[in-house]
């Protein structure tokens, strides 16, 4: 299998991506995909709070996404690995299409009752957690080793995009019809799936081809149908020779076992997750520190806008930046510009700084994912490629839900100040630790593999 990935990937090395046609189609299906996705995220609990629904029960949907992310992020990568990607992303976009598509017209009919709302969050959480990781399989598979890095940052830029235009297409939406970004959601999902489809046959036209080259399939290759069942089963099997058949647990937990063997891993899961509870924490802490401030909501509304854009210019420059630092350069560059930014808004007192902490971190955020999403992508064995990234995002996940708790108990002790000092200390804390990181395991050299 190792010899077929890189022949695989040194096949279309010549070739641009905005020329590869297959990252092109997954590229634009979910760049309207997350569009829409964001657009629902925001008018979902607007339709329910117009529906007559306290803020307490619009709530509950915020609590369905977290637990259904967190129950179903394993077992998605256990499925990545061993069912064909093509029907699993197929599976989550017309799931999801049915659930927002019956929102729309329960919206344009009637009140939206918080039960189908809270349907529809947990079915689109579903659809994320198993898309993504097939997704990112496909990204492996149709993008040469040399052009990962640059893929995954064009990945983050098409998400960061969305969470810039989507808002404000939504206010627009919302004056005309309350159903009509639900529609227009429906619509993206229909066309992602349509994406899909025509990913997959470009994919088995390209393998029949491939393999009519080689001569040692051209039975296979001029027979479509069996070129076909071998590339479903060489999907669902995540390339690997047929083994023992194993207890469900320990298939399941091989991802999170295999990060926990290797030592870079190990200490990025741990780093990554100190990381994010802080993310996360800071967040709540802009939201609630500076919202209860004279004109605070549009103060918040200016900074998170400020952070996606500095986010999706993160993505546009973490190729850049990728070729030229070294991997723990970059995992400790956020954190450390974090710090000084929050020790600055402690010793004068400024919102303004404070917001500028958590947009340093959204900028070099994206260069973390592409590093580290570089790196996986080519030192993970493919059989266990989905269950390691749906491990390493759970445990680096896993703290995320004590943020917004520790944000409101440190604003309920501290000034905003004084709580910009204590997040200053802790992000030269991961900063050091980021600088301190073992070095990543050596892609293995596509000419060994291919012998």
């Not at 117009?50 to 259904?68: F, H, K, N, P, R």
Request: aromatic residues 6%; hydrophobic residues 55%.
């Amino acid at each position: 299998m190792e010899a077929t990935t890189a022949a695989s990937q040194a096949a279309p090395a010549a070739v641009p991506l905005r020329a590869n046609r297959e990252f092109r189609l997954l590229w634009v299906g979910q760049a309207l995909s997350d569009f829409g996705t964001s657009m629902t995220a925001l008018v979902l609990p607007l339709a329910l709070l117009s529906s007559g629904y306290s803020t307490s029960a619009t709530s509950t949907i915020g609590t369905a996404v977290l637990v259904t992310a967190m129950v179903l992020r394993m077992p998605a990568g256990y499925l990545t690995d061993h069912y064909s990607h093509r029907r699993l992303m197929l599976a989550a976009d017309l799931a999801r299409l049915v659930t927002v598509a019956t929102v729309a017209v329960w919206t344009y009919l009637d009140r939206l009752p918080i039960a189908l709302a809270v349907v529809t969050v947990v079915v689109a959480q579903v659809g994320v957690e198993l898309f993504r990781p097939s997704q990112n399989a496909t990204v492996r598979r149709v993008v040469p080793a040399a052009q990962l890095g640059t893929a995954i940052s064009l990945n983050q830029a098409r998400a960061y995009a969305a969470g810039i235009v989507a808002p404000a297409v939504a206010g627009l939406l919302i004056a005309a019809s309350l159903w009509l970004p639900f529609a227009i959601d429906a619509v993206t999902y229909a066309v992602s799936a349509l994406c899909v489809l025509a990913l997959y046959r470009s994919l088995r036209r390209a393998e029949a081809a491939r393999s009519a080259r080689a001569g040692g399939a051209a039975d296979r290759a001029a027979d479509p149908k069996k070129a076909q069942e071998a590339q479903e089963a060489q999907e669902g099997s995540g390339g690997a020779k047929a083994a023992p058949r194993e207890r469900f647990l320990p298939r399941l937990t091989a991802g999170l076992r295999y990060v926990v063997r290797d030592p870079f891993l190990r200490t990025v899961a741990g780093l990554a997750a100190g990381e994010n509870f802080a993310f996360q924490a800071l967040a709540y802490a802009l939201l609630l520190g500076i919202g209860r401030e004279h004109n605070g909501a549009a103060a918040v509304g200016l900074a998170m806008s400020a952070a996606a854009v500095t986010g999706l210019t993160g993505s546009l420059i973490a190729p850049f930046l990728q070729r030229r630092l070294r991997m723990q350069t970059v995992m400790a560059a956020g954190p450390a510009l974090a710090a000084v930014m929050l020790a600055l808004a402690w010793y004068t007192g400024s919102g303004i700084a404070f917001a500028a902490g958590y947009s340093a971190l959204c900028l070099l955020t994206p260069v973390n994912g592409a590093v580290f999403g570089t790196i996986l992508a080519t030192t993970v064995p493919e059989n266990i490629y989905g269950r390691t990234t749906t491990a390493l995002g759970f445990t680096t996940e896993i703290l995320q839900p004590l943020g917004p708790l520790t944000a409101g108990v440190l604003l309920a002790y501290l000034s905003l100040s004084g709580t910009a000092a204590l997040f200053a200390l802790a992000f030269a804390l991961l900063a050091a630790v980021a600088l301190l990181m073992p070095s990543p395991p050596a892609a293995p050299d596509p000419r060994t593999a291919a012998a």
